[in-house]
């Protein structure tokens, strides 16, 4: 369409749409809209899968939707729709906080009542598990970061929000 490929980049992209308005400078309009469909990326992937139903999707979603070319494309695609079956809802649990050396859970919540070790640095505040905390330490007394000391609190029976009101 008017010189434009799915394939190309969005640099390519500003690149012909910059070609075609010093070519036709009289369309400017249509240039601008051919220029916000390829930069649609629902468009985009409508063009490569040829899918039906993702280029009907596309007749109602897009401003300016080239409709006439889109028709076309439904028309003549021999490609399957594409699978639109909502995705099995997730629900969003808070992730727990980890420790910050290990990886590994450090709590299952942030009201949770543990026993853990603040590290300080110019970069802030690290939660870590004791254990953790005191052989990392002793390998490795300075932030790999800003290069500073850190500060070791070892904080018994206490909660990690506690710590971020506190600290
Ligand atoms: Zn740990
Ligand atoms: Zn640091």
Redesign the pocket.
Known sequence: MLGYKASMSSERRREHHAFLRNKFPKLHDELHHARSWVDNGNFLDALTTRAPNQLEFCKISMEHAPTRLLDKLIETSTAPNVDLAPRALQTTRPSKPT?H??G?T?AESIADVIDFSLLKCSCGNKY??T??AEKHLSNQSQCVACKKSYMLNNIKHSTLRQTLLRF
């Open positions: 420790c050396l290990c590994e450090l870590a598990h254990h953790c």
